[in-house]
């Protein structure tokens, strides 16, 4: 890792998490990232209200990494892009860093999105004609302070496929390309939703591989959705989702590296 491109990072400043020797991390508890309280998602279909979210409260903390695990439906995706400042909820608030998202314009949440949030999905929705480099470079072009797109693709690995196109790229290469992408811009949040879903065990322990390392050297507040039962090891904290609830919280006392995951 680049030393000096690790020091200039800009969301390293101000972060008040230190690692352990077990791998977990010390909690500041005045360093929020999301906190979220009675969140509820109410979508209309026709004459029926179809509730994806009934009153979820969540606090996200600076550093830390955290899975949300739970059936299809149960409610992930919706808070994930109401974190992400994709959609709005119907009621409750979410507050980042302290400011409340609630009713922000398209514009702020715009500008909230370019400036604080990487993304990353099941599917890469890369470029076809645009090379592995030329993909990232474009995230580069709305970013205050990007890294260069050759640092981004070295953080995942993937130095020596840069002038590659992703026909030529395999699933796993095309997703941590994606990862690049979205770690670009050095938002201080990744959220990523099922970014194993369409790989096989060898690959998608590739994919958790960049995603873990990019949490812990640059202290991102990452959210995993994933079906996944087993990828819930590498996490710090990981919310059980339930009908648009969360059932229960369990913080990880003994985390596991993602080539250990019984996948």
Same mark, same amino acid.
């Given at each position: 890792?680049? +030393?000096?491109? !690790?020091?200039?990072?800009?969301?390293?400043?101000?972060?008040?998490?230190? $690692?352990? #020797?077990?791998?977990?991390? &010390?909690?500041?508890?005045?360093?929020? #990232?999301?906190? /979220?309280?009675?969140?509820?998602?109410?979508?209309?279909?026709? %004459?029926?209200?179809?509730?994806?979210?009934?009153? *979820?409260?969540?606090?996200?903390?600076?550093?830390?990494?955290?899975?949300?695990?739970? =059936?299809?439906?149960?409610?992930?995706?919706?808070?994930?892009?109401?974190?992400?400042?994709? %959609?709005?909820?119907? &009621?409750?608030?979410? @507050?980042?860093?302290?400011?409340?998202?609630?009713?922000?314009?398209?514009?702020?949440?715009?500008?909230?999105?370019?400036?604080?949030?990487?993304?990353?999905?099941?599917?890469?929705?890369?470029? =076809?004609?645009?090379?592995?480099? @030329?993909?990232? +470079?474009?995230?580069?072009? !709305?970013?205050?302070?990007?890294?260069?797109?050759?640092? &981004?693709?070295?953080?995942?690995?993937?130095?020596?496929?840069?002038?590659?196109?992703? #026909?030529?790229?395999?699933?796993?290469?095309?997703?941590?390309?994606?990862?690049?992408?979205?770690?670009?811009?050095?938002?201080? *949040?990744?959220?990523?939703?099922?970014? $194993?879903? &369409?790989?096989?065990?060898?690959?998608?322990?590739? /994919?958790?591989?960049?995603? $873990?390392?990019?949490?812990?050297?640059?202290? $991102?507040?990452?959210?995993? !959705?994933?079906?996944? +039962?087993?990828?819930?090891?590498?996490?710090?904290? /990981?919310?059980?989702? /339930?009908?648009?609830?969360?059932?229960?919280?369990? @913080?990880?006392?003994?985390?596991?590296?993602?080539? @250990? *995951?019984?996948?």
């Amino acid at each position: 890792m680049n +030393a000096g491109l !690790i020091q200039s990072n800009s969301f390293l400043a101000g972060q008040r998490y230190c $690692t352990m #020797a077990c791998g977990q991390f &010390a909690k500041d508890w005045m360093d929020k #990232a999301f906190d /979220v309280k009675g969140v509820t998602k109410i979508y209309r279909t026709g %004459d029926v209200d179809v509730h994806a979210l009934r009153g *979820v409260d969540m606090t996200l903390y600076g550093g830390e990494l955290s899975v949300l695990l739970g =059936p299809s439906g149960s409610g992930k995706s919706t808070l994930l892009n109401i974190l992400g400042g994709l %959609d709005g909820a119907t &009621a409750g608030t979410v @507050e980042f860093r302290g400011r409340d998202m609630t009713g922000l314009s398209e514009g702020a949440l715009t500008k909230f999105r370019r400036q604080h949030v990487g993304f990353v999905f099941q599917f890469y929705n890369l470029m =076809p004609s645009l090379t592995a480099r @030329e993909n990232v +470079a474009i995230v580069t072009e !709305i970013a205050d302070d990007p890294m260069r797109p050759e640092d &981004a693709l070295d953080l995942v690995g993937l130095s020596d496929r840069l002038d590659h196109f992703p #026909a030529q790229l395999s699933g796993g290469e095309q997703q941590r390309v994606a990862i690049a992408r979205a770690i670009v811009k050095r938002p201080g *949040v990744l959220l990523c939703d099922e970014p $194993t879903g &369409a790989l096989d065990s060898k690959t998608g322990i590739r /994919v958790l591989e960049a995603l $873990t390392s990019i949490n812990e050297e640059f202290r $991102t507040t990452t959210a995993v !959705i994933t079906h996944n +039962a087993a990828i819930r090891e590498i996490a710090h904290r /990981v919310f059980y989702f /339930v009908d648009g609830r969360i059932s229960q919280m369990v @913080e990880n006392e003994h985390r596991v590296r993602p080539d @250990e *995951v019984s996948w």
